[in-house]
């Protein structure tokens, strides 16, 4: 019985190390190509060959633990690289600067979203002072699935307008978002930093079929500079050395978790994130006026986004959603 269980094991690991395998050898050996999808299946067939006819288990899981180590050992020397050819909308990293009470941001993107995939990005040095920060808002963007969303946050900054920072893929030219590929050393990390209108808007005039939900969020000032300051560091630390995306360990939930760690108290909702409004919700982070479910109905933008002025958006848009004028916390609804 204990061989049994023995074997058993030895075949589980070997299937999930063949597996990975399988998609490094496509996506990080082959790049994806056609040519990638013949070596992969030759790959299985050669593995899967190895276990059944070469006896006993654990002689075969030997050889592939020793062909694994000498691929591990090549797959971590891939470094990542700021000289890509990028996609539209990521060939720009940002920088943060602060002198006295004026920040400075380099790499602000202000992108004119003209329709579905069409667009023309702007790239804008823009300053703010320290002093005005007001707050913070939390974009949560769902596109097709209620298990993952892609938060973004937005910092006020008063009269001087607000910023939105999102922890993105940073694509690069004829890249699509793929999860298995986000797990492999395919792709960089960007933290992009927009004009709040670029943001909204991409998501929901430049790309079809995505749910966008703007909310207040309540927090102390000090905890508000504080978590912005956590962003910029990174910024200003990814400028100078790339990192790797990944879809589980390195991506917008666990990327912010990982930057915060010593005040945030880690729940499987941030790694599961589908749920990640809720969470902020049940911290009561977002306004309780109203059940959950009826806040978060109400806190969808898509519509009134579309539909608003390019002067004063950002506050045409609070002037329509739940948990800002409520708590005073819009004044002016005509001037952004």
């Not at 074997?7 to 050996?29: E, K, M, P, Q, T």
């Not at 400028?239 to 912010?256: A, F, K, L």
């Not at 306004?287 to 519509?303: A, G, T, Y």
Request: some cysteine; proline content about 3%.
């Amino acid at each position: 019985m204990d061989g049994f269980f023995f074997s058993c094991l030895i075949y589980c690991i070997s299937s999930l190390i063949v597996l990975w395998l399988a998609g490094a050898l496509f996506y990080d050996v082959c790049r994806a190509s056609r040519a990638g999808q013949l070596i992969v299946v030759v790959w299985l067939a050669v593995a899967i060959g190895t276990f059944i006819l070469w006896v006993p288990a654990w002689k075969p899981f030997l050889a592939l633990l020793i062909f694994f180590g000498v691929f591990l050992w090549w797959w971590f020397s891939q470094e990542p690289s700021h000289h890509r050819d990028w996609a539209p909308g990521f060939t720009e990293l940002p920088r943060v600067a602060l002198e006295g009470d004026t920040l400075t941001v380099q790499g602000v993107r202000n992108t004119d979203y003209h329709g579905i995939g069409e667009s023309t990005t702007h790239y804008e040095t823009r300053t703010y002072r320290l002093s005005e920060m007001q707050g913070v808002d939390a974009l949560v963007l769902y596109w097709g699935s209620s298990w993952m969303c892609h938060p973004m946050f937005v910092f006020d900054f008063g009269s001087d307008g607000r910023l939105c920072i999102s922890i993105e893929v940073r694509y690069r030219n004829g890249q699509q978002y793929s999860f298995l590929r986000s797990l492999y050393r395919q792709q960089e990390l960007i933290y992009v930093v927009s004009d709040e209108r670029d943001a909204i808007l991409r998501r929901t005039k430049f790309l079809d079929g995505e749910d966008l939900y703007l909310y207040r969020l309540h927090t102390q000032a000090l905890v508000t500079r504080s978590f912005f300051f956590e962003y910029a560091n990174t910024i200003n630390t990814l400028s100078e050395r790339p990192r790797w995306y990944h879809g589980i360990t390195t991506n917008c939930t666990t990327s912010i978790y990982a930057q915060g760690r010593g005040r945030m108290q880690w729940e499987w909702r941030m790694l599961f994130n589908g749920a990640l409004d809720q969470l902020m919700y049940d911290r009561e982070l977002l306004s309780q006026d109203l059940p959950f479910e009826e806040l978060k109905q109400q806190s969808r933008v898509n519509d009134i986004a579309n539909s608003a002025p390019v002067d004063g958006f950002s506050n045409h848009l609070r002037c329509e959603l739940p948990g800002y004028k409520q708590d005073g916390a819009m004044t002016n609804c005509e001037s952004n």
